[in-house]
């Protein structure tokens, strides 16, 4: 297959995307500490990303991570997962939810036209807006937290047990070999002798 064909091109672009992801969980899994604090630290983060604080978003997650003696990488990482692509998808959805615990029937709408008017209905409307958003996170974000502390557990558990099994493996293979290495030169005496 030449190597400029599309389906080359499809496997770059899908290991540009996937590379940094697949790094950034290998991290993850490497962070040292407690698998509780790891996970506490990543919940956080995923509570805060579900804020309408973008931009400020590790500022906030990072010292409160600190404060409660969680992991603020694992926290600092989670935040990500509200960034300038899913941003769109979460304000949207946290909006909507924030709407309907809220009882907004006719919720903030997009001006169609841009121009001076509809500029000040928007900053009229900024802290109503920021409102809602920031009563839709806390509700997304609390079971989203749950969730993400299950999972971040459990998977940093079970990668540290396989890493315990290999080292035992390792160990076990390596005693084996002294073992064997031992009765060769007993044997090796007695023959002497």
């Not at 940094?20 to 698998?35: D, E, M, Q, S, T």
């Amino acid at each position: 297959m030449p190597e400029d064909s599309p389906q080359n091109d499809l496997r770059g672009v899908h290991y540009r995307w996937m590379a940094p992801l697949k790094k950034a969980y290998v991290r993850f899994l490497k962070i040292r500490g407690h698998p509780r604090e790891i996970a506490l630290g990543f919940a956080l983060g995923l509570f805060v990303g579900m804020t309408p604080f973008m931009g400020l978003h590790t500022a906030i997650a990072v010292p409160l991570a600190a404060l409660c003696k969680w992991n603020k990488f694992s926290a600092a990482l989670a935040v990500w997962v509200s960034n300038p692509l899913s941003a769109p998808f979460i304000y949207g959805f946290t909006y909507m939810v924030g709407a309907k615990v809220l009882f907004i029937n006719d919720g903030y709408r997009l001006p169609t036209q841009f121009n001076l008017d509809a500029l000040i209905y928007t900053l009229r409307s900024a802290p109503e807006i920021v409102v809602v958003l920031l009563i839709g996170g806390i509700v997304v974000g609390l079971p989203l937290a749950a969730i993400g502390y299950y999972f971040a557990f459990k998977t940093i558990v079970e990668y540290r047990e396989s890493i315990q099994r290999k080292l035992e493996e390792k160990k076990a293979r390596i005693s084996r070999k002294l073992k064997r290495k031992k009765s060769r030169k007993k044997k090796r005496k007695k023959k002497r002798r």
